[in-house]
T-cell receptor, first 114, second 114 residues
Framework: AQKITQTQPGMFVQEKEAVTLDCTYD???????LFWYKQPSSGEMIFLIY??????QNATEGRYSLNFQKARKSANLVISASQLGDSAMYFC???????????FGGGTRVLVKP | ETGVTQTPRHLVMGMTNKKSLKCEQH?????MYWYKQSAKKPLELMFV???????ENNSVPSRFSPECPNSSHLFLHLHTLQPEDSALYLC?????????????FGSGTRLTVV
């Protein structure tokens, strides 16, 4: 079984500042992938970034970076230079190599203030 | 057309109606999924189809009936729904044999049962 925990239900961040969204996970799979998705108010789930459990380096995609600490089972998302368009729900998810299922956390709502 | 397309975007239906949600993907993926997203609840996986065969059904009530006629299309047939079934229904696809691949989501169908 897999589980994702996002402990921050909501956050405010000032425009142009960085924000860190917490994600901890639990899995029995030795090989797994961690994902972050963004969901604006319109509803679509937008893929942001991926980290494989055996990747040696932290993933980065533009303004998004993933602080992966395998021993602590955490995969925090860092958004640098926040923009107003970053206001959305953010979901952390995990998928094990053994199956098809992508398991999501409860999400964190981010509101960027001008 | 590319990506995952869901229709309709919005649906209002009475409890005695029968309607269907449609999902279409043009990514060459071989696995498709239905998720339910209710207010203040995590995303719930409803159904998983891999190579057009249902591989998972997470104790979903029989008033929800999925259909996957081919690897590009997925339907969710709805009948005699309850008000608590009002939610955002998200379809996703993935390349199932790439075990650590993420999902590509559609924009969702926002369903209101009156």
């Amino acid at each position: 079984a897999q589980k994702i925990t996002q402990t921050q239900p909501g956050m405010f961040v000032q425009e142009k500042e960085a924000v860190t969204l917490d994600c901890t996970y639990d899995t029995s799979d030795p090989s797994y992938g961690l994902f972050w998705y963004k969901q604006p108010s319109s509803g679509e789930m937008i893929f942001l970034i991926y980290q494989g459990s055996y990747d040696q380096q932290n993933a980065t995609e533009g303004r998004y970076s993933l602080n992966f600490q395998k021993a602590r089972k955490s995969a925090n998302l860092v958004i640098s230079a926040s923009q107003l368009g970053d206001s959305a729900m953010y979901f952390c998810a995990i998928r094990g190599a053994a199956g098809n299922k992508l398991t999501f956390g409860g999400g964190t709502r981010v509101l960027v203030k001008p | 057309e590319t990506g995952v397309t869901q229709t309709p975007r919005h649906l209002v239906m009475g409890m005695t109606n029968k309607k269907s949600l449609k999902c279409e993907q043009h990514l060459g993926h071989n696995a498709m999924y239905w998720y339910k997203q209710s207010a203040k609840k995590p995303l719930e996986l409803m159904f998983v189809y891999s190579l057009e065969e249902r591989v998972e059904n997470n104790s979903v009530p029989s008033r929800f009936s999925p259909e996957c006629p081919n690897s590009s299309h997925l339907f969710l047939h709805l009948h005699t729904l309850q008000p608590e079934d009002s939610a955002l229904y998200l379809c996703a696809s993935s390349q199932g044999d790439r075990a650590l691949a993420g999902y590509t989501f559609g924009s969702g169908t926002r369903l209101t049962v009156v």
